[in-house]
């Protein structure tokens, strides 16, 4: 924050509150709105979220994300798809860090302006006043993907520009985290083109984007799309020190209501207005949030087997499994409404599940940060390498998941990882054609002492349908890394496993083995 800022903030607050007067009195909003979907120049990261509900009761998930000047993994690009049962297209999870990402304004004068975020090597993310386009491709496992959003739904008829934070958004410049639903429902059109197959359709979209300084130590975030002509959004968790704030929308055929601070707050033990518990391992949210005349209560609930592990930007770069977030949630809201704030309260609607046919849920959930018992011991950036994949992910993520590191000065990969273990993508631990030597950091990690030795060279491996690493020669999933014993030259069969690859560690009787 430069003086700058210092000097605007009582203009900025007085804004704030005389928006917040004319929402109460049905007045037009004071002053120029602001595109919040734009890219923000002064934020010290961002990131643009959209999850698609497939046809078939499916979830396919990009993310563009960037913290600037970070100290490791400073941008990120990851698309998932979380298929349902009985889904065509195959499950995979790609995770990929580039060097290099770049934003550009097409038309910045426009109340609407057009941009595009670039990947050189990977592909694009380009939204202009009517659509939002993806293009993506990943030639290291086969997969490329297209994807066109139109016909959006703001999250305010009336505003079209207005979001979550309402008139809090004219405050976004001094607050940490900033949250905005750019759509609440688009039309989704789908390519997806994997191991020489082509899938074709279409599905809903949400959009979205945060941005600030850092995501912070804990958090919630749960969407739904909209059944029955109805839809929730919600986050919010520690916003400073000591103080809880929460986001809320609620849209039906009869209401759409916004609860934000200063109501869905909580100072220490005090939240008069609000709420919240949470239990992560059992996968459960219970929220209440209220004003003087109206009362919301969301019950959430997801399977404990269908959360999948996903990156957050942090202070100094994105951290790796430090959130969860399952696509098969399911929502249970209650409305309630009062004459008075003496009143009592009386049913708004009835409660049901939104869910869509075939009892598939439409909603999905996520635990943050010190708000997942899966993430609340790997809170130090400084545990975690480039590309690490490994933190609960065998327990709590079904799809199959590959994390790459890009450097795109050439528009090419420089490493592949492969069950914790990095190589190039020749496959090779060392390799002079790629200036590539990963055994020091590979040793580290499994936590051997690093020391001279030969580097190890994967089997001949092929990309399968789902996006593993397969051994062309026995047709198994690529690979562990154990020490044992020296077991003598490679072919030696062990536990009834070949090993494929033995190296021994200089000076001593031990050796690391490839097994498949």
């Known amino acids: 924050m430069d003086w700058e800022d210092v000097y605007l903030f009582p203009f900025a607050l007085a804004l704030t509150v005389l928006e917040y007067m004319a929402i109460c009195f049905g007045l037009p909003s004071p002053g120029p709105q602001r595109d919040h979907f734009a890219p923000h120049p002064s934020a010290k990261f961002e990131g643009y979220y959209t999850r698609v509900q497939l046809e078939d ?26 298929p349902a049962d009985g889904s065509k297209v195959p499950s995979f999870y790609h995770e990929i860090y580039p060097e290099q990402l770049s934003i550009t304004a097409k038309d910045p004068t426009s109340k609407t302006p057009s941009f595009r975020i670039n990947v050189p090597g990977l592909g694009n993310m ?100 909209k059944v029955d002509n109805e839809t929730i959004c ?32 909580g100072i220490g033990l005090f939240s008069p207005f609000l709420r919240v518990q949470c239990d992560s391992g059992a996968g459960v949210v219970e929220l209440e949030a209220r004003t003087w005349l109206r009362k919301l209560k969301v019950n959430i609930h997801a399977p404990v087997d269908s959360f999948i592990g996903l990156p957050a930007p942090l202070k100094d770069g994105h951290q790796p499994q430090f959130a969860f977030e399952s696509f098969r949630a399911t929502v249970i809201t209650e409305a309630y409404i009062r004459c008075w704030p003496w009143g009592g309260w009386e049913r708004a609607e009835e409660d049901h599940p939104k869910t869509v046919e075939n009892e598939v849920s439409s909603a999905s959930l996520e635990f943050g940060g010190i708000f997942s018992h ?42 592949v990882e492969i069950n914790d273990a990095l190589f190039c993508t020749h496959f090779k631990e060392v390799c002079t054609e790629c200036s590539f030597d990963g055994r020091e950091e ?7 002492d690093p020391i001279d030795r030969e580097g190890i060279e994967a089997p001949p491996a092929s990309v399968n ?46 050796s690391r083995t490839y097994v498949v």
């Open 442 to 448: 590979n040793d580290s990690f499994f936590g051997f």
């Open 126 to 225: 380009t939204v202009t006043s009517s659509r939002t386009e993806y293009t993506l491709a990943i030639p290291d496992v086969r997969l490329s993907l297209t994807l066109c959003l139109t016909n959006h739904t703001s999250w305010l008829r009336t505003r079209p520009l207005s979001g979550p934070m309402g008139p809090l958004a004219r405050l976004s410049r001094y607050l940490p985290l900033n949250w905005h639903v750019y759509s609440l429902a688009s039309d989704a059109d789908y390519t997806i083109v994997l191991a020489g197959r082509t899938y074709t359709g279409h599905g809903v979209a949400h959009l979205e984007k945060n941005w600030g300084r850092s995501f912070p130590s804990g958090w919630l975030w749960s969407q739904t799309f």
């Open 234 to 265: 919600l986050a919010g968790g520690s916003a400073l020190p000591g103080v809880q704030a929460y986001l809320v929308g609620y849209r039906s055929t009869g209401l759409c209501w916004d609860f934000r601070p200063p109501f869905t707050m």
């Open 374 to 415: 899966l993430v609340n011991h790997y809170d130090n950036m400084a545990r975690i390498r480039p590309g690490d994949s490994s933190l609960a992910c065998s327990v709590t993520n079904p799809q199959p998941r590959s994390i790459i590191l890009l450097d795109m000065s050439d528009g090419s990969a420089t490493s």
């Open 465 to 510: 349908k789902d996006g593993e690493y397969q051994c062309k020669k026995h047709g198994s999933t690529l690979l562990r890394v154990e020490e044992a014993d020296h077991q003598g030259p490679d072919g030696r069969q062990e536990g009834g496993q070949e090993v494929v690859a033995s190296v021994r560690l200089a000076g001593g009787s031990k």
């Open 57 to 82: 009761g499916g979830t396919l998930a990009l993310i563009f994300c960037w913290v600037k000047n970070a100290k490791i993994r400073e941008n990120l690009v990851c698309v998932i798809h979380a």
